[in-house]
């Protein structure tokens, strides 16, 4: 299933319709543990201006029969770079896309924008989602501060 | 709805009177998610010295049918500038309004204020109210530490 | 009922017996919202040996009927300046004078005090006492650093 | 000649023509010292867009036979708050005021301006000007980090 | 009871045997609050080889009748900078050693030795102990990081 | 039990099958308390690229009947070094291993690796498995940020 | 000569080839001052691989008779995007590209890029090219740690 | 000459003319060699409104024959708590009173004050007193940042 | 030349011996400009007691005529994974290779261990050598502080 | 020479008359280049109260013929841990004891001491002695910060 591990690198995709996210049999089922994957050079684009956004992204999650190959995300992360799409939306599909890869036990998608007009934007959504008592957002381990 | 984004800049409105709070529909309303908006240059007048305040103002929500368009949230902000109110009035109002303009599930404000006379003064409300236990704050994700 | 907001300056009172902390009505009482002062740069004297003590001294409330108006507080705390007391009282007073003078729905009063032959001392009290799960203090938004 | 400083506050200039910086004599004026100012929350408006700008501005002189009185400096700086004026223009202008106002043996401002576009300006001018060997800004004591 | 404070400085104890924790009467008996005591200067021997070791050891106790008074505090922790004892041991002694001076409602003792072979080692024990969740320390108040 | 400790040092074993975890007697097992083993220097192959890998390796338990002795953990950490091994299996087995050694009441491992392709994983894993709340990793008292 | 301040977004040039870099005069030429901007989210393509570049590029520089126009240069900066370029090319022609814009006194420009294979690498330029003493980078105000 | 080390503390001087710097013989005064001084909890009074300020005193300096006993410099800087002065005032006169003190080959003092009314003053004044290249202060070793 | 770059990943080098640092023309020679290197996860081992130990190793170089290819660097440095030598020979060997293989104008290695018994080292040395004024190292921009 | 690297630990010696710096020979003689040791746990007893002193303790220095080996250097500062002496006066004869055990081209020694009475001291000496100018001391790269 693995197709770019190991090879030399590949062309990115235009977009996150082009990108797939590879993944890999989970060799402890039976345990619940965590995966984060921490992202901080996101890029993309305004859908109303074109102008570049950027953002630090990162995914928890849960494996269930089957973990997210880390490459791939790279590609498919990539692939965000020159689409237009406003943030909200983007912490939405990422955490979609996982899922529909994945099926992971539960996930968490957290895209922190830099940034504009002197207001910056922390988007965070949850699977499967549920009543969560509202918190201020707590630097994580991967948070380059 | 959405008049200001992707437009040329506009004046600033002299009160939050003037202002509004415009919003854009959630695309996601069958999900729990929450947006984050920090503000850390929010500027305001004392009511009793006209001297200037400045604070760090923080919203973090879970939308429901809409959501705070960030263009219009910062023209709302920056119509504090000139307008004199107490540092709690100030945080009170803006949960007021954010409430009246979107009907978010939950929602916090946060304002955090540089220090006066050598003490300074963090005011949090939530919508909706409840008994909340009392504890220390944490910095956030968009603390300028 | 507020004397000092918008005067020129007074002079210091002597001790917290002579000091008064004024309060003005809370505008939203219908919410639990939260109020944080800190002043990080309180002084007080060593009852044994007469030497300087320095502290952060924060407080925290849910206001009730009244608010404490944060000049008083100033001249309230700057009372300590000149006043031999424990730090455990210290602490405990405040909370004391707090409670007293705005009777909050809830309230923390912490001092962290500069080390003496090497070794920091941090007290904290809480209105209303109940059994608390005793864990580490975490760094507040207002402490320094 | 010192106006402002142990009265009531005053209401704001409405802009730096309409505040002046006042002085008091240095009472050594045979030692070379510095006076190093620091104001970390400088608003003024962008004279395109008429958009707020936030700015970290600071001052480091040393005295001839006169020294800026604070209070004043602090009138003087709030002048600038509803002033439209390029981030450039603003550091030599308060560079030039300052010159006028108490002919320093030498002095340098700082203004660290917050992003716009994603891109932070920081302009820093220097009295009496001279060929300065150009090296990266350093953090100074006064930076909020 | 107290022997230590404001008098001239005594010898140190040679072994935690020999010295005492000196304790006075709780104030406020009525209310629970907590003391955090933080000497981020251990130093004790390493039983096999001889070695010193060197830790930040923090006490975090909700007193009862009695306090720990922090002058004889100091006395005793220096009295193991040249007592050979596992990492494990000291952490434990000292919590047994403050439950038998002041039988405190509940305590906490952490010890965050410096490395060894690349391998920090950090040990906590609670009184009464009981199931903890177990989780990650959090850095305290007075970590000096 | 224990052959290293105050010896000389010994080679490195080539692998985690050559390597073991010695322990000794806990001598408080009637007592919960907390092991935190820090290791930031921890390193890796990659099984595909066999390029090597770095990370912080973190162990939390609470002992029962035995402890880790932290030289011998030392040793089975180095016998990483050379090993090619998925960072997700890296942390599952050294927990294995450890459960193996000394059956911990409780256990958690955490290996945060450095970046590769501008993706950061952490992976964590505990023992006994349970439904965990999932949230974002944050920061322990040896992270060397 | 300004066309991009302003106005709408525009859309984003395709090269730095597609870029200009525009100009203002300099108001007060006669003394010499240094201008920073920051660029803290800069993207480019690595020419071998086709995959992100990510870097944080700054430009100090003393104007002579024109400044570089903020606007444009997020523009300019912008063009790099989904240009394929090595790193010490990259910065090598900003500062070209700024000298041949607007003939500055001095200028140094700066590219801190993301690490790739474990590696971080900051390449830095002057013009005038001169005899430097050769010492190990600072982190300048706006680094992003 | 030493009067306060070793014995129990005394009372504190009610000014800086009650108190006396006291002096031990420096053991190698043929060798150049640096003693930095640093008191991050000075206080002083404003000799215009009579609050209280607060400041972090550095000093530092090249003995000559004789250095500066700490325990006497720590009373002799508690004597400015109930003492009104100017920020410059203060700073200079600590020099002035450490060369008659110790005569020092070069000496500097360094004040920073904690806000007011949003500004932030640091003054240093340096003996003997030369033409010094004006730039802007680094943290020092003591910086409590 | 450059034979490793964009293909796919090679068998570690045993030792430095078996190793290559591989070069491209510079583009610019006519310019001084530096390129920093920065390797926050160098490993090798202790040629006393076969221990691993862990070094920051840095690189900082004006180039001449060729540049040092980032690729071959990484492969180059980890050669010394598994090979035994002490710290000063690894720093002064790295920067004697170098030099050979690029002939930079000027050059200078930087190593900073981690602590083995409570002590780190950091070596630093320089080409060509030169009488240099000793003054504490300050960090640099990749520090991992 | 060296007789501790590679065995097991030895007994601590009682004072520095006991310890022996121990050395082994600089394999680059012909080129300047530093070495930095850095031991943040240093701890010795102040002559006049009996009470333990706490430093970091900082050698840089340039070799000539000789390096000093650094578990010797360990024993060495160890041998401090019961000694009591002056600040000044430790620091002054490390910096006797190195340049009698390796004769180096220049060296400097730095002792940090934790605060006692609110004062923090550090003192710093250098060899050959010089006219040098006073600057503040700046934080170097194993400061604990
Ligand atoms: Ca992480
Ligand atoms: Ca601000
Ligand atoms: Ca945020
Ligand atoms: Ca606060
Ligand atoms: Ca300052
Ligand atoms: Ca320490
Ligand atoms: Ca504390
Ligand atoms: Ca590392
Ligand atoms: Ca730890
Ligand atoms: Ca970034
Ligand atoms: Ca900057
Ligand atoms: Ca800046
Ligand atoms: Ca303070
Ligand atoms: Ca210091
Ligand atoms: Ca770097
Ligand atoms: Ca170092």
Known sequence: DITLLGRSEHRLPASPDEAALETFPNRTPGR?????????????????????????????????????????????????????????????????????????KQAIVRGRFVPRGGIQLTCEARHPSREIPLEWPAASLSTPH
Do not use: M, W
């Open 32 to 104: 619940n543990y965590t995966i984060h994957l921490s992202a901080p050079d996101f890029g993309s684009l305004c859908p109303v201006t074109g102008q570049p956004d950027a953002a630090h992204v990162e995914i928890l999650y849960i494996p269930d029969e089957r973990c997210v190959e880390t490459k791939s995300l790279k590609f498919y992360l990539a692939s965000y770079r020159n689409h237009a799409s406003f943030n909200e939306a983007i912490v939405n599909r990422i955490l979609d896309d996982l899922v529909a890869a994945c099926a992971p």
